[in-house]
């Protein structure tokens, strides 16, 4: 008989995921205003309780484990659709749900990198948690990781730039980058012409261009967040 395939525990079962679980779900509600810091750093916790394929801290959440936890933290916050949602209201969560998810990927990045920059000063922790390697500098080669940028945000980080680069373009009439000379008044022309729009300006499209709508405003919704938490 051939030897039985080791099998991971759910993340129900490894220890202190359940706590996280208990104290992330009620942050959820500070996301919704656009406040991820304190859900990222919960989030990060759980980097440590899982482990990746070998063994190790799972910082780069790849783990089954890892995706497991945030898809049912963010089922039970809402951000799932029920039988009989309209397409509409399933096309709105799961936009929804991306944006939360890219917002506390971008939250997390600083946390990550600070934690794994704090090993240097604690060899022991670093030995006792990462096994082999001798520095953060080790680390962050191991998974990976740009202290300045995440690289599973890259095709995300050009999403953005295009999307900010298409909003300073209809702001200022010309197809280039935003001076920063100039940085404030697109703010204000962009606020000012978002704010002039109501359902009603979009109650005559077709179902289409609604959809298309639709995505491009969850594009610039992530760029925009980007924004923001850079004039932090």
Same mark, same amino acid.
């Given at each position: 008989?051939?030897?039985?395939?080791?099998?991971?525990?759910?993340?129900?079962?490894?220890?202190?995921?359940?706590?996280?679980?208990?104290?992330?779900?009620?942050?959820?509600?500070?996301?919704?205003?656009?406040?991820?810091?304190?859900?990222?750093?919960?989030?990060?916790?759980?980097?440590?309780?899982?482990?990746?394929?070998?063994?190790?801290?799972?910082?780069?959440?790849?783990?089954?484990?890892?995706?497991?936890?945030?898809?049912?933290?963010?089922?039970?916050?809402?951000?799932?659709?029920?039988?009989?949602?309209?397409?509409?209201?399933?096309?709105?969560?799961?936009?929804?749900?991306?944006?939360?998810? &890219?917002?506390?990927?971008?939250?997390?990045?600083?946390?990550?990198?600070?934690?794994?920059?704090?090993?240097?000063?604690?060899?022991?922790?670093?030995?006792?948690?990462?096994?082999?390697?001798?520095?953060?500098?080790?680390?962050?080669?191991?998974? @990976?990781?740009?202290? @300045?940028?995440?690289?599973?945000?890259?095709?995300?980080?050009?999403?953005? @730039?295009?999307?900010?680069?298409?909003?300073?373009?209809?702001?200022?009439?010309?197809?280039?980058?935003?001076?920063?000379?100039?940085?404030?008044?697109?703010?204000?022309?962009? &606020?000012?012409?978002?704010?002039?729009?109501?359902?009603?300006?979009?109650?005559?499209?077709?179902?289409?261009?609604?959809?298309?709508?639709?995505?491009?405003?969850?594009?610039?919704?992530?760029?925009?967040?980007?924004?923001?938490?850079?004039?932090?």
């Amino acid at each position: 008989m051939p030897p039985r395939k080791q099998t991971t525990p759910h993340w129900q079962e490894v220890p202190g995921a359940q706590d996280a679980m208990d104290r992330a779900l009620p942050l959820l509600a500070a996301v919704r205003a656009r406040e991820y810091g304190p859900l990222a750093a919960v989030v990060f916790e759980t980097a440590l309780l899982f482990a990746n394929a070998d063994g190790l801290p799972d910082l780069g959440r790849t783990s089954h484990n890892a995706k497991k936890w945030m898809s049912d933290l963010l089922d039970a916050g809402g951000y799932k659709p029920v039988p009989g949602d309209s397409k509409e209201r399933r096309e709105r969560l799961a936009a929804d749900r991306q944006a939360v998810l &890219q917002g506390v990927r971008a939250a997390m990045s600083p946390i990550r990198v600070t934690y794994v920059r704090s090993m240097d000063g604690n060899p022991a922790e670093r030995e006792r948690m990462f096994p082999g390697l001798t520095s953060s500098d080790a680390i962050f080669a191991y998974y @990976k990781i740009k202290p @300045k940028a995440q690289s599973e945000l890259r095709l995300e980080d050009y999403h953005r @730039k295009a999307a900010l680069q298409s909003i300073g373009a209809a702001a200022l009439g010309a197809e280039t980058d935003v001076p920063s000379s100039r940085g404030a008044e697109v703010v204000h022309t962009v &606020q000012r012409a978002v704010a002039a729009l109501t359902p009603a300006s979009f109650a005559s499209l077709d179902p289409q261009t609604r959809d298309q709508l639709r995505r491009e405003l969850a594009e610039t919704r992530a760029a925009l967040l980007a924004l923001e938490e850079s004039l932090s």
